[in-house]
């Protein structure tokens, strides 16, 4: 069974940070790129970042840009986002996705690949 979980979510204050983990399992994800999705209630999902391969390419939603980071550890098969400066309107569930084309999950917000997702919420 291919598997992404997602961890690290919670209730947090405005201002404060929380880094959210998503472990691979089942296969491998060599090549793929990795990001970060999250869904407010009443809201489509939306794209929060993405990283490539080797890391060397990384794009984030102007929304998060400056208070977001997106990491990822190849040999531990997982990715992360370090969320800072939280914000109230940063409250939804976050989804970790993957694809081997960095193209479809950036652009097109699309990916084979997609975690359970993961509770933020930030309070005022």
């Known amino acids: 069974q291919v598997q992404l979980v997602e961890s690290g979510g919670g209730l947090v204050q405005a201002g404060g940070s929380l880094r959210l983990s998503c472990a691979a399992s089942g296969r491998t994800f060599s090549g793929y790129t990795m990001g970060w999705f999250r869904q407010a209630p009443g809201q489509e999902r939306e794209f929060v970042a993405a990283i490539s391969w080797g890391g060397s390419r990384t794009n984030y939603a102007d929304s998060v840009k400056d208070r977001f980071t997106i990491a990822r550890n190849n040999a531990e098969n997982s990715v992360y986002l370090q969320m800072n400066s939280l914000k109230p309107e940063d409250t939804a569930v976050y989804y970790c996705?993957?694809?081997?084309?960095?193209?479809?999950?950036?652009?097109?917000?699309?990916?084979?690949?997609w975690g359970q997702g993961t509770q933020v919420t930030v309070s005022s």
């Open positions: 996705a993957a694809s081997t084309s960095y193209n479809d999950l950036y652009y097109r917000n699309a990916a084979p690949y």
